[in-house]
């Protein structure tokens, strides 16, 4: 079973997590962002650093499930959530979400190999 393919995507999330090739740790700018700015609307942004933030672990999730052989399709409200309802998460929890989803995609990418990767994943 070949995987360096695998493992190299693997590294590609790690790095981009840690401290990567642009010299900066994902969760130590993310800690470094309070509730109000996270939620704050900024000028010539569409969405809130916390909707973005939400945008990516729904994407990820998607991908997640489509490693496990689920044909999930993402609902508007899920893949951009309107402000007035990503106010009501904590900032935490998506800081945290973002963490676990990290290792739950690296989790899935694991149990597959290179030839995987060569054929759809649903």
């Not at 995987?3 to 993310?30: F, P, S, Y």
């Not at 995609?105 to 649903?122: A, C, F, G, T, V």
Request: proline fraction near 2%; avoid cysteine.
């Amino acid at each position: 079973m070949k995987k360096l393919e695998t493992e190299r995507l693997i590294d590609q999330i790690e790095k981009l997590h840690g401290n990567n090739w642009a010299g900066a740790n994902v969760h130590e700018i993310l800690n470094g962002i309070d509730d109000e700015t996270a939620n704050k609307k900024m000028d010539l942004f569409n969405n809130t650093i916390h909707q973005i933030a939400r945008h990516i672990l729904a994407t990820e999730f998607l991908v997640i499930k489509r490693l496990q052989g689920i044909n999930y399709v993402l609902k508007d409200e899920e893949d951009w959530i309107p402000v007035a309802e990503v106010v009501k998460i904590e900032w935490t929890d998506t800081r945290n979400a973002i963490l676990e989803s990290k290792k739950e995609l690296i989790y899935e990418l694991n149990k597959k190999d290179d030839s995987d990767l060569y054929h759809p994943i649903i």
